[in-house]
């Protein structure tokens, strides 16, 4: 059966992630403002219209079985009310997908999973709890390692730096390709509840943006003298165990980066 999905943010990740849903034959409408971004959908066959207009396509609304938020909260009153006017105009059997980030957790040593402590404060976290009032049944909040993909590393972030820290912490990343996965998987077989979304690949930072540098032809990546401790390790073995190809990238396929 043929998903319509709408999805909300269209940006590094939605994009692809739009094309990638329609060639697996779903209806998806996009939503944005941005006249560039609704020409380039639109003449890959994807509609894309404002938010305003998608409120107001009462067939659309009504037949809408999946609706992803792929965005980043804003403390913009008008955005949060307009998100949850929208939630609540969807079926009470559609799926909302959340694409957070395991930046809610709080800072610690050693394995984290869905079930450790994140800081309320977080706008994130705040956004989570917001959206977790406006749907509370048929939700899947995803939280997102550090994304690596087409044109976005955080190797040449660094590498203009003159001094990085923590060396010996490990590195909780995840590339584009497996997010769409993810999420594909989700609106195929859905299951609700809070996922993180990392690779179980966790090398040090000063291992792994050095060994990165050097696939990209950059020079070394130069870190502090620390003692510090290795960090939070993010477990996804949740999402793994339901989808177990789901992490089929490997962080160290840095020629995708670049």
């Known amino acids: ?45 994807i509609h894309a219209s404002t938010l305003e207009v998608f409120q107001q396509n009462g067939p659309l609304v009504s037949t809408c079985s999946t609706f992803i938020i792929a965005l980043p909260p804003t403390k913009d009153s008008d955005f949060l009310e307009q998100m949850k006017k929208t939630v609540q105009l969807l079926p009470a059997n559609a799926h909302l997908i959340y694409t957070s980030s395991i930046g809610v957790y709080l800072p610690t040593s050693g394995l984290v999973d869905e079930n450790s402590p994140i800081d ?19 939700l899947t909040i995803l939280r997102l390692g550090g994304l690596i993909g087409p ?74 003298k620390s003692n510090s401790e290795k960090g939070k ?13 789901t992490f089929s990238v490997s962080i160290y396929h840095f020629e995708s980066c670049k």
């Open 1 to 45: 059966m043929k998903n319509s999905i709408v999805l909300w943010g269209v940006g590094w990740l939605g994009i692809p992630l739009a094309q990638s849903l329609q060639k697996a034959r779903n209806s998806v409408w996009c939503i944005t403002r941005n006249e560039e971004k609704k020409a380039f959908l639109a003449s890959h066959g």
């Open 120 to 138: 309320e404060t977080h706008a994130v976290a705040q956004f989570e709890k917001i959206i977790s009032v406006a749907k509370s049944d048929n």
């Open 151 to 224: 044109k976005r590393h955080p190797v040449h972030f660094l590498a203009k730096r003159n001094q990085n820290v923590n060396p010996d912490q490990v590195v909780n990343l995840v590339h584009q390709e497996d997010v769409i996965r993810v999420i594909k998987a989700m609106v195929q077989t859905p299951f609700f509840g809070v996922f993180n979304v990392c690779s179980s690949e966790h090398s040090t930072r000063i291992d792994y943006y050095n060994q990165a540098a050097e696939a990209v032809g950059l020079g070394p990546i130069l870190f502090e």
């Open 233 to 245: 390790i993010v477990d996804s073995s949740k999402l793994v165990r339901l989808f177990p190809n």
